[in-house]
């Protein structure tokens, strides 16, 4: 196979986020702010902790910090502390956040279906193995 995967990979990720991008601006968000709100508004477990959306968007801990210091600065999410724990935050969605949820669950819900729909039914099942298997098998 003479492709270079990363590269079209790379293209791929490219459009999927100006896409959302474009979306998100329309909220004064960014597309990852757009996405850890679509994260947070559905946990995959009842309680969210900033190492929670490092491991969730594979980012480092001062990238993390960073966007959680803007959200925070700009409303969009709370940090509760924890009562056994003084150093550990709780990451909850602001009022204002809620408000944008429905719309930004929509959004991500046909973002997702206009990506999958160019692959048969099949195709998506591997095509989403296989993307849950790369970071993974890449990490070092």
């Given at each position: 196979?003479?492709?270079?995967?990363?590269?079209?990979?790379?293209?791929?990720?490219?459009?999927?986020?100006?896409?959302?991008?474009?979306?998100?601006?329309?909220?004064?968000?960014?597309?990852?702010?757009?996405?850890?709100?679509?994260?947070?508004?559905?946990?995959?477990?009842?309680?969210?902790?900033?190492?929670?959306?490092?491991?969730?968007?594979?980012i480092r801990r001062s990238t993390a910090t960073n966007i959680l210091k803007?959200?925070?600065?700009?409303?969009?999410?709370?940090?509760?502390?924890?009562?056994?724990?003084?150093?550990?935050?709780?990451?909850?969605?602001?009022?204002?956040?809620?408000?944008?949820?429905?719309?930004?669950?929509?959004?991500?819900?046909?973002?997702?279906?206009?990506?999958?729909?160019?692959?048969?039914?099949?195709?998506?099942?591997?095509?989403?193995?296989?993307?849950?298997?790369?970071?993974?098998?890449?990490?070092?």
């Amino acid at each position: 196979m003479a492709h270079d995967v990363a590269h079209l990979i790379k293209v791929a990720s490219n459009e999927i986020s100006r896409g959302i991008n474009t979306f998100a601006g329309k909220y004064g968000l960014t597309g990852t702010q757009l996405q850890i709100i679509h994260y947070l508004a559905n946990p995959p477990k009842e309680t969210i902790y900033q190492k929670d959306i490092e491991q969730e968007f594979n980012i480092r801990r001062s990238t993390a910090t960073n966007i959680l210091k803007t959200m925070e600065k700009d409303e969009l999410i709370i940090r509760r502390n924890v009562k056994n724990d003084s150093r550990l935050k709780r990451i909850v969605l602001s009022d204002k956040s809620k408000d944008m949820q429905d719309a930004i669950d929509k959004f991500m819900e046909a973002n997702d279906q206009q990506i999958l729909s160019a692959l048969g039914t099949l195709e998506r099942h591997s095509f989403i193995r296989a993307l849950k298997k790369i970071p993974q098998k890449l990490k070092k």
